[in-house]
């Protein structure tokens, strides 16, 4: 029995947030998104790069070595672009556990424009005015119109949800915010969660690109925004995780593994780099995020 185990009360009682991490991992290594190819090249290596390589390979062969432990079987590989699709299913098991810290009604999507949300509706407007008019098209462009990877909004609540357990609004007041069904028919985006396997030529910056539209272009409630990569390299990572403003965090999906990997591999300067990024609450572990979603 490990010492997490004996915490916890024994193997039986695994945590959701442990149970949904593994799984996560799997789906990862079952879909071919962490792989090894014939020439022992990891999937999200740099090629190029020796450093890059031996972390990632490392990185990768603590996860399956966890996986192996823990019983997996290590089913035969698929191939697809499916790294937001793992991310979003992880999300989708775990959120919903959490609504004795977050009350409410949410729901998890992927494809969808911002301006379908309360915060971004009057978006819809000027992208019509931009249509019919050249010269305004051009000096807007159409970058204010994103599609976050993975998007999780909130649907307003009735006054009776609302007064479940006393009276706390009427008709006369709080006839502006858009909680209120009565005020708002149009969900409210809640978060926007940017999946970015590695982090390399401009990849970073797209992401932070897609967070400083949703700052300047919202009326009311700034989402959250997050960032999940694989990336194994700490200076990529940093090219996206250092500063503040724009992104709420970085979630790396192994960060415990990714730190045992740039200690083996990695060099000082790396690992200095990474603590400190972790240190300055700039880089979480996956199984930060859940939670995190909720404050």
């Not at 976050?148 to 009735?158: C, G, H, L, Q």
């Not at 790396?270 to 972790?278: A, F, K, Q, T, V």
């Amino acid at each position: 029995m490990t010492d997490d185990e004996g915490a916890l009360g024994g193997a039986d009682k695994i945590a959701l947030i442990t149970r949904a991490r593994r799984a996560f991992h799997s789906a990862l290594v079952h879909r071919g998104i962490l792989a090894m190819n014939g020439a022992g090249v990891a999937s999200i290596s740099d090629s190029n790069s020796r450093s890059s390589r031996a972390i990632a390979g490392a990185m990768i062969a603590v996860i399956r070595g966890e996986l192996l432990a823990a019983g997996d079987r290590m089913a035969g590989q698929t191939s697809g672009r499916g790294f937001e699709e793992v991310v979003t299913a992880y999300l989708a098991d775990v959120f919903p556990s959490l609504e004795s810290l977050r009350w409410g009604n949410f729901t998890i999507a992927s494809g969808t424009s911002i301006d379908d949300y309360e915060q971004y509706e009057h978006l819809s407007a000027i992208a019509e005015i931009a249509r019919v008019n050249p010269t305004l098209h051009m000096a807007l462009g159409a970058d204010y119109l994103i599609k976050p990877d993975i998007v999780i909004f909130r649907t307003p609540e009735s006054d009776e949800r609302i007064n479940a357990r006393e009276l706390v609004v009427d008709e006369t007041t709080a006839r502006r915010t858009p909680l209120r069904l009565l005020n708002n028919k149009k969900p409210i985006l809640h978060a926007s969660v940017s999946c970015k396997l590695t982090l390399r030529s401009d990849r970073a910056q797209n992401a932070r690109s897609e967070a400083l539209n949703l700052i300047r272009n919202r009326k009311g409630r700034l989402p959250h925004t997050a960032v999940v990569t694989a990336e194994p390299m700490a200076g990529r990572i940093a090219s996206l995780a250092l500063g503040t403003g724009d992104i709420d965090c970085v979630y790396h999906i192994a960060l415990t593994e990714l730190r045992t990997a740039t200690i083996e591999h990695g060099s000082e300067d790396s690992l200095e780099l990474l603590d400190n990024m972790i240190d300055g609450k700039r880089l979480r572990d996956i199984s930060d995020l859940p939670l995190d979603l909720t404050i």
